[in-house]
């Protein structure tokens, strides 16, 4: 495996470490007792059409917070007043062509329709709103002929259960539009999901639904799930579906090795678990690798660190994805690193490297969501993290990195942003590919543009696979902001 993994692992030209600097942000703390010692997330997205992207960010007992990018950094910005909140996605629901939220909360979610300026104002949509859940995972996808998504909740501990919290994990939902409304399946068994995300994992055609569970609240008989789409059940050994029992926390999904499917890193306590694609399924990297990430890397801390969201990210633009990793500590669990730095892992070909304390981003506060996305418009990844009792963190890439491709997909119909198109992009260096999904993450992530680093290369081929499987022509495309229409 080794061998092998040394062979696929493309090594973009050399560049020095990256570099990032805080940009003053307003003081937004995600807060709240035990029923907040999860979630935390954040929607990156460009709300207005100008390119610069905006954050609303969960504040669990304390107020959701709009920020919108200032001169001197972010600013609140009006936005309904909403608690309770554990995490945030944006995406269109009712293809109006502007984006839309989707609250995850302790309690009823919420849904609030965009205007494509900026403004949010409660809308149902028609969707079921979970009633008096524990709602911490989501992600959405479009079937073939649909305008509207099919969508996943995935739900906590069972908040009703006198028995609890131990051994009550509640069920999930799946939402597929049906006429003028939304069919609604029950996923049974549930096992504390805390993140779940639509890929097209094996490249046929069809997504299924990857489900990562917490195994502190499920005891036994519990494991990692995959719903398939098509044949609406769960995936088990005889389909060849690699299932471990983790504190499953977050999903990142992304083609590190080459073979045209993703590669998943699984956020844990302990080891954070880099699951690599092969033609049976996904199999254990060899440890080598250097993401297994299960201590902190500063500190001198030596016991298990605590892994949420996951993110790849070229953050170096060599041509290669990079890894990030929000740590923290849930509360005050004395078994696990309570000073946990977070991890940026820099992709150097046969194996990963900790650079987070020289780039300046390992903080030790509880950190929980977070979201890579360019900022500024200088194409370079910068960083958001939202931290738990801590104020929330923005940090400007100032990286000496080479050049980036980042690509907006458009098309006709609800699915306007091509969620689940798959893209190539080729230099003389390296071929890449990235799926285009929504959901995974801890409670929330980045929607926008597709980023590819090229390094010093001054042109690039791309092509785009369509959600309904049409393949697009080899374009020539220059390094800067790049819109395929269909």
Not at 236 to 263: K, L, Q, V, Y
Not at 311 to 320: A, F, K, P, R
Not at 388 to 416: C, D, F, K
Not at 436 to 456: D, E, K, N, Q, S
Request: net charge negative; with cysteine.
């Amino acid at each position: 495996m080794r061998a092998l993994l040394i062979a696929v692992l493309a090594a973009g030209p050399a560049a020095a470490d990256p570099i990032f600097e805080r940009v003053p942000a307003p003081d937004h703390v995600y807060a709240g007792g035990w029923e907040h010692f999860v979630g935390g997330g954040v929607a990156v997205f460009d709300c207005d059409g100008d390119a610069r992207p905006e954050i609303v960010a969960a504040g669990g007992t304390s107020p959701m917070a709009l920020l919108r990018a200032a001169d001197a950094g972010y600013a609140v910005a009006p936005f309904p007043k909403i608690t309770g909140a554990t995490g945030v996605y944006a995406l269109d629901l009712d293809a109006d062509g502007a984006l839309d939220l989707v609250i995850l909360r302790v309690g009823p979610n919420a849904t609030l329709r965009g205007d494509g300026a900026c403004g949010f104002a409660p809308h149902d949509f028609g969707i079921a709103d979970g009633g008096d859940t524990w709602t911490t995972a989501f992600s959405a996808t479009w079937e073939p002929g649909q305008d509207r998504p099919t969508l996943a909740f995935g739900n906590y501990v069972d908040r009703d259960d006198p028995e609890g919290p131990f051994g009550a994990c509640d069920t999930n939902l799946l939402l597929r539009p049906d006429a003028d409304g939304w069919a609604e399946t029950v996923l049974d068994p549930g096992f504390c999901a805390l993140s779940v995300l639509f890929s097209d994992e094996d490249r046929d055609g069809t997504p299924t639904l990857r489900l990562s569970n917490d195994r502190h609240y499920y005891l036994r008989d519990g494991s990692e799930q995959m719903w398939h789409l098509g044949e609406a059940r769960f995936l088990g050994p005889e389909d060849g579906f690699a299932a471990p029992s983790i504190w499953g926390m977050g999903i990142a999904s992304r083609d590190i090795t080459g073979d045209g499917r993703p590669d998943l890193m699984l956020t844990s306590m302990g080891d954070q678990l880099t699951m690599l694609s092969t033609p049976e399924g996904h199999a254990m990297a060899p440890f080598e690798i250097g993401t297994f990430a299960q201590r902190p890397h500063i500190g001198g801390d030596g016991r298990p660190s605590t892994g949420w969201h996951a993110e790849w990210g070229d953050v170096d633009n060599d041509g290669d994805a990079d890894l990030f990793i929000a740590k923290g500590n849930v509360d005050q669990m004395p078994g696990m690193a309570m000073k946990d730095p977070n991890n940026l892992l820099l992709n150097e070909g046969a194996a990963f490297r900790e650079v987070a304390a020289s780039a300046g981003i390992a903080t030790t506060d509880r950190a929980r969501g977070a979201a890579l996305a360019d900022l500024d418009g200088d194409g370079r990844l910068d960083l958001v993290v939202v931290n738990r009792r801590a104020p929330l963190e923005i940090w400007h890439n100032l990286s000496e990195a080479g050049g980036a491709v980042t690509v907006t997909l458009r098309q006709a119909g609800g699915n306007r942003d091509a969620i689940g198109a798959w893209v190539e992009l080729r230099t003389e260096a390296s071929l890449q590919l990235q799926e285009h999904t929504l959901g995974g993450g801890h409670a929330g992530g980045a929607v926008g543009p597709l980023h590819f680093g090229i390094g010093t290369a001054d042109e690039a081929d791309l092509r785009v696979t369509w959600p309904d499987g049409t393949v697009g022509p080899w374009t020539a495309v220059a390094p800067g902001r790049v819109t395929i229409e269909r």
